[in-house]
T-cell receptor, first 113, second 115 residues
Framework: QKEVEQDPGPLSVPEGAIVSLNCTYSNSAFQYFMWYRQYSRKGPELLMYTYSSGNKEDGRFTAQVDKSSKYISLFIRDSQPSDSATYLCAMSARGSGSEKLVFGKGTKLTVNP | GAGVSQTPSNKVTEKGKYVELRCDPISGHTALYWYRQSLGQGPEFLIYFQGTGAADDSGLPNDRFFAVRPEGSVSTLKIQRTERGDSAVYLC?????????????FGPGTRLTVL
């Protein structure tokens, strides 16, 4: 079993839809949870960052972490064609001696106009 | 300001050859990371530098892979005796703080193809 599981999709939605992206993980040492957006042939770009459990909102994006279930989510409201990209969840056990990010496979999202 | 830059953007080589991939981090960033991203996968950690020293090289797949950061800025990832399985996008990231996983800024990557 991989440390981080993410459904690769692809996911196709109409413009304006609410998108829900999810990851599960197995390592209880993870404390820091990130969502990255990656456009084709580009490097990952940090979208959201959450420490421990809870919710965080930034504009149309909301990140949720449930450490008891080892489950994280990213919601995109009023999705736009420019949101079409691959979304990667990433986690870190920073403070536990490792600074590396552990990524999911990524979910490819297409928002159709 | 300038982001993380990586050169070359594309590298095609033949099996058995030696390659060097370069990363220029954001100016002033002390931490530097290398990741490898295979097609359809998320990035996988290779090595982490804090200053000039490799603080964590647990992700390097074998002894054909080596990385240096001699002056605490630019880093070079070196791959000896390349194999077709080494084909991937090699990503570099930098961070202003040690252990700041939440502030890793990624470069565009070097796409390595081993024929």
């Amino acid at each position: 079993q991989k440390e981080v599981e993410q459904d690769p999709g692809p996911l196709s939605v109409p413009e304006g839809a609410i998108v829900s992206l999810n990851c599960t993980y197995s390592n209880s040492a993870f404390q820091y949870f990130m969502w990255y957006r990656q456009y084709s042939r580009k490097g990952p770009e940090l979208l959201m960052y959450t420490y421990s459990s809870g919710n965080k909102e930034d504009g149309r994006f909301t990140a949720q972490v449930d450490k008891s279930s080892k489950y994280i989510s990213l919601f995109i409201r009023d999705s736009q064609p420019s949101d079409s990209a691959t979304y990667l969840c990433a986690m870190s056990a920073r403070g536990s001696g490792s600074e590396k990010l552990v990524f999911g496979k990524g979910t490819k999202l297409t928002v159709n106009p | 300001g300038a982001g993380v830059s990586q050169t070359p953007s594309n590298k095609v080589t033949e099996k058995g050859k030696y390659v060097e991939l370069r990363c220029d981090p954001i100016s002033g960033h002390t931490a530097l990371y290398w990741y490898r991203q295979s097609l359809g996968q998320g990035p996988e950690f290779l090595i982490y530098f804090q200053g000039t020293g490799a603080a964590d090289d647990s992700g390097l797949p074998n002894d054909r892979f080596f990385a240096v950061r001699p002056e605490g800025s630019v880093s070079t990832l070196k791959i000896q005796r390349t194999e077709r399985g080494d084909s991937a996008v090699y990503l570099c990231a930098s961070s202003p703080l040690a252990g700041a996983a939440d502030t890793q800024y990624f470069g565009p990557g070097t796409r390595l193809t081993v024929l």
